[in-house]
Nanobody, 124 residues
Framework: QVQLVESGGGLVQAGGSLRLSCAAS????????MGWFRQSPGKEREFVAA????????RYADSVKGRFTISRDNAKNTMYLQMNNLKPEDTAVYYC?????????????????WGQGTQVTVSS
C-alpha cells in the first residue's frame, strides 16, 4: 500500500501562488504514476494534473494549463503542484492520488490510493 499526505493549502488572493506537496510512504514511490484532483462543494471530483512515474510525461486539465506545474522528486517520495495566477474558481479541496502504472491517466477510477486532501481557497 501507499499512504499519501497532502500539505501546502491555504487562503490566497486571486493572482497569487501556492505550492502543494504530496508526501508518500509505503511501497516504492517511483513505481507509481501520480495525479492531482480537486473537488469544489456540490461538484464532482475532477482531474487537475498527472505525472508519470519517471516524470517524463505530464498532463493537465485545460483549465489549469499554463498556470499549474506538476513535478515529483522520487528521492524524496514527494510530488508537487505549483499553482500560479490562482483564480477564485480554483477554490477546492485538492487531493493527490497514485496508481501502479507508467501512464498518466485522467480518470479517477484508475487511481488506487488517495490522500485526505488539502483546502485551497482563492479570494477575489
Amino acid at each position: 500500500q501507499v499512504q499519501l499526505v497532502e500539505s501546502g493549502g491555504g487562503l490566497v488572493q486571486a493572482g497569487g501562488s501556492l505550492r502543494l506537496s504530496c508526501a508518500a510512504s509505503g511501497r516504492t514511490f517511483s513505481s507509481y504514476s501520480m495525479g492531482w484532483f480537486r473537488q469544489s462543494p456540490g461538484k464532482e471530483r475532477e482531474f487537475v494534473a498527472a505525472i508519470s512515474w519517471g516524470a517524463s510525461y505530464t498532463r493537465y486539465a485545460d483549465s489549469v494549463k499554463g498556470r499549474f506545474t506538476i513535478s515529483r522528486d522520487n528521492a524524496k517520495n514527494t510530488m508537487y503542484l505549483q499553482m500560479n495566477n490562482l483564480k477564485p474558481e480554483d477554490t477546492a479541496v485538492y487531493y493527490c492520488a497514485a496508481l501502479p502504472s507508467r501512464y498518466t491517466l485522467t480518470a479517477l477510477k484508475f487511481y488506487d490510493y488517495w490522500g485526505q486532501g488539502t483546502q485551497v481557497t482563492v479570494s477575489s
